[in-house]
């Protein structure tokens, strides 16, 4: 009888002892994922730790783990499996187990590799986060095998969503940063005043779609009386459109000091574009050089939306010119328009911002409107017109936000008024 207590007891101590191991095991591994995660191991480094534990220290001879990751579910742990599995096939299954649930004979032959579907929850939000597949090997206290696995899982399935976000987070700054570069680099490119006298007077709108915009305008006096104005579209948003919208100013204000012709300042404008960008980037460019008093205006239309022109009763088109600067190594054809009136006249020139504006009855603010609205306020002054102008534009587009940027040069042009 006293043999039989003997025997009896070494066989509990030995359990006992087998399950602190197990416990020390299981203590020495959390540790060691902790302190990779405090380490700011990578995912990858991650899940090979968690894929070693399972297969070596908990017994399991095929393992399967589905994380979800932001809006989609994917695979990212997968050892000795028969077949390949797909997450979008696979989720619909699984969910439909919201605890701990074995394999049966009568659950969809899909999962028959497996022993066990383990769905892991986030503690706080209880929103499922990853599903954890395995077929087991060594079955020895697998109720407590399967509750430290399901801690393990939790904690590696929340340290990767909190990599994701903390990635998130430094690309969101970094966007953050760029936009206030651009919008530093936009602020102090944009002229701060236009010319105004009796004979020319020159107004801008600009109203950016986001925080910054692609359009450019510039008003340069080549000499007395004399002006070059431009009104420009990059593609593209952020810094790298800021930065060709910089090299574009920088360009033509050296042009102009040794300016000859509209012909070599656009040539010259096309060369330096297509330098920087190898045709990746383009602009739409018109650009005009104006002497007010004589009512003189020679242009050429870089591929831009034709600006309109309203003098003595009638709306001429300013579309002659080329087309958009830096697509080509050299322009293909470049021809120069002219023009003369001899009566005030209103040239009014924008981006196409402006006709892609759209009412709650999904309507455009199409050319039709602007030649009307021109030959109702073209004698007003080139300021009073844009106020008039921004007026109407929040009536038309009434609760409708800006689809793009809206950038105008309204000039006004008054011959002999000296």
């Avoid at 999962?111 to 090997?137: G, M, N, R, W």
Wanted: glycine residues 4%; negative net charge.
């Amino acid at each position: 009888m006293a043999e039989s207590v003997s025997i009896q007891t070494v066989q509990q101590l030995r359990s006992l002892e087998h399950q602190l191991g197990l416990k020390q095991m299981q203590i020495q591994r959390l540790l060691n994922i902790t302190q990779g995660i405090n380490e700011n191991l990578t995912a990858e480094q991650l899940y090979t730790m968690y894929k070693e534990f399972l297969r070596f220290e908990m017994g399991m001879s095929k393992v399967l783990l589905m994380i979800k990751e932001d809006k989609d579910w994917k695979i990212v742990v997968d050892h000795n499996l028969d077949k390949v599995y797909d997450a979008t096939i696979l989720l619909p299954i699984v969910e439909n187990f919201a605890s701990l649930h074995t394999v049966k004979e009568s659950d969809p032959e899909f999962l028959h590799e497996f022993d066990i579907v383990v769905p892991v929850y986030h503690k706080q939000s209880q929103k499922t986060i990853a599903y954890l597949l395995v077929t087991v090997a060594n079955k020895d206290d697998l109720y407590n095998k399967i509750q430290f696995i399901q801690t393990i899982t939790n904690i590696i399935a929340v340290a990767i969503e909190n990599k994701r976000l903390f990635k998130t987070q430094v690309e969101q700054q970094r966007i953050n940063k760029e936009i206030e570069l651009a919008q530093e680099v936009q602020r102090l490119l944009i002229p701060q005043s236009l010319p105004k006298t009796k004979s020319f007077e020159l107004s801008s709108i600009y109203q950016p779609h986001f925080n910054v915009g692609g359009d450019y305008f510039d008003c340069l006096s080549i000499d007395q009386d004399r002006y070059l104005i431009c009104l420009a579209d990059i593609s593209g948003k952020g810094v790298s459109a800021a930065l060709l919208m910089s090299n574009l100013q920088a360009n033509l204000r050296q042009l102009i000091r040794q300016y000859t012709s509209l012909e070599k300042l656009v040539k010259e404008l096309n060369q330096s574009v297509f330098n920087l960008s190898r045709g990746d980037r383009f602009l739409t460019l018109f650009v005009a050089e104006i002497v007010p008093t004589k009512g003189d205006i020679h242009y050429i239309n870089c591929g831009h939306i034709s600006p309109l022109l309203h003098t003595e009763n009638t709306i001429h088109k300013l579309d002659t010119g080329t087309t958009v600067i830096g697509a080509f190594d050299k322009l293909p054809f470049i021809d120069h328009g002219h023009i003369q009136i001899s009566k005030p006249g209103l040239l009014l020139i924008f981006t196409d911002g402006l006709t892609d504006l759209v009412n709650p009855a999904h309507e455009y603010f199409e050319i039709e409107h602007i030649e009307s609205f021109l030959r109702e306020n073209y004698k007003s002054s080139a300021t009073i017109f844009n106020n008039h102008l921004m007026e109407e534009l929040d009536r038309f587009k009434g609760n409708q936000t800006y689809p793009d940027d809206i950038t105008v040069l309204t000039c006004k042009i008054n011959p002999n008024a000296g």
